[in-house]
């Protein structure tokens, strides 16, 4: 069985950084896009950053580019996504994201295979 943890959402004012983790304890990490979705009450889940297989091609929604940076460990079966100039519409319940598409698309999908069960990260103006 799949599972994905996320840590290291919390309380932050804004200009300042938080580093999420998530986990992994299924198999064959490296051969699974990871990626990182973020939701507010009231609204669909979005996607924040998708990084492929290898770990060598990242991509980011435009709101984030240039203040997130996802980043992964495959030894160690962890996704990571540091934010940086945190904003208050940064606010959100975040979550991880294993599919075995590529990643390059992650942004479209609708039938993402495996979840975690989010972090939340509010951030003070």
């Known amino acids: 069985q799949v599972q994905l943890v996320e840590s290291g959402g919390g309380l932050v004012q804004a200009g300042g950084s938080l580093r999420l983790s998530c986990a992994d304890s299924?198999?064959?990490?490296?051969?699974?896009?990871m990626g990182w979705f973020r939701q507010t009450p009231g609204k669909e889940r979005e996607f924040v950053a998708a990084i492929s297989r290898s770990g060598d091609s990242t991509y980011y929604a435009d709101s984030v580019k240039g203040r997130f940076t996802i980043s992964r460990e495959n030894a160690k079966n962890m996704v990571y996504l540091q934010m940086n100039s945190l904003k208050s519409g940064d606010t959100a319940v975040y979550y991880c994201?294993?599919?075995?598409?590529?990643?390059?698309?992650?942004?479209?999908?609708?039938?993402?295979?495996?979840w975690g069960q989010g972090t939340q990260v509010t951030v003070s103006s």
């Open positions: 994201a294993k599919d075995p598409r590529p990643a390059q698309a992650m942004s479209i999908f609708r039938d993402i295979r495996y």
């Open positions: 299924g198999r064959h990490f490296n051969a699974y896009t």
